[in-house]
């Protein structure tokens, strides 16, 4: 990682064309503006990114219409944030590649562009089967391994980044057999978080995922396998010395598309646990955490 410091903090949040992702990046460029105009931080650019680009571009017009006369977006008032759009669909290696250069591109370098990256995007589909299991697994766990390990690679992370996971109450340990929970507790490796998802997968293809002490849970089995990585890859990254920290959290129960309208929370409060693990000074050097309700959480 290059120290090279770019003049202004740039953030990404993938999924950010609707729901949590959306009130993600709304509400890190209404603090980013706030905490620069008070003369506290640097002016940031925060980068939507939406597997669909003109769906991207929706909501940047929307976010920028709402933010209007505010005094958050630069060239408003004493507004100071900037707001952009990247295509990015998780699940594909090809369009991972082609946001980190042209990321690089709009930023003017080739390292050290980007302090925080927000891992929203996920899925939540309805029934249980292998086919679910992989594709639910394709997104909300192996894209975000993926993603990250590819941002990490290209060596665009500046000095101290941060990596937010979304995961989910719902990746909680209670329901699993007392092993398989401090299997998923215990995990210290990469290696070791991967092979519990590989096990899942051939446990539901046998139809034994009960029998092997797991839950007949798709959603539910992929969040908690991403928070036992986060756990996992922060551990590996501390013994490299790593300057990175990367911790996930539970956004609360949010009124979105994937809940159907049933979310007891707005999109601007869903985001504030994400948001506090991106920018508050009390999260700074902490990492492998899960949090919920703006706070750290046993797991
Ligand atoms: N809502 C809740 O109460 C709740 C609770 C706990 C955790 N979470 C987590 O919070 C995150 C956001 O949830 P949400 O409720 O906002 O969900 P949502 O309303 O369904 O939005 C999901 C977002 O992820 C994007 N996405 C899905 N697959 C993608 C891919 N392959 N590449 C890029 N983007 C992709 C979607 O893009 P498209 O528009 O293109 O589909 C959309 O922007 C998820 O990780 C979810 O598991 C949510």
Redesign the pocket.
Known sequence: MSSTASPSRVFLV??????????IARRLAVQTAATASSGGGPPSTIYL????LQ?GQQALEALRSELKGQDVLQGDGAGTSQLDVLE?????AQ?RRDMIAELQRRQGAQHAVLDVLV??????LDGFNGDVVTKTF???YY?VKDLVEDVKKSGILKRDSRIVV?????GRLDGYKPELAKRFREAKTVKEADAIATDFKQAVDAGKEKEQGFKSAA?ATS?ACIIAWTRAIANEWAAEKATTTINCC??????????KGR?A?T?DQ?ARTPVLLALADEVKGRSGEYWANQKMERW
């Open positions: 993938t999924g950010a064309n609707r729901g949590i992702g959306y009130g990114t939406s597997r669909d769906r990015l669909d998780v699940t594909s369009s891992n929203n995007s996920g899925i939540a394709g997104t909300n894209a979304l995961a989910s109450m719902a959603y969040k539970c956004p609360g129960y949010v009124n979105t598309d994937m809940t979310g929370l999109l869903g």
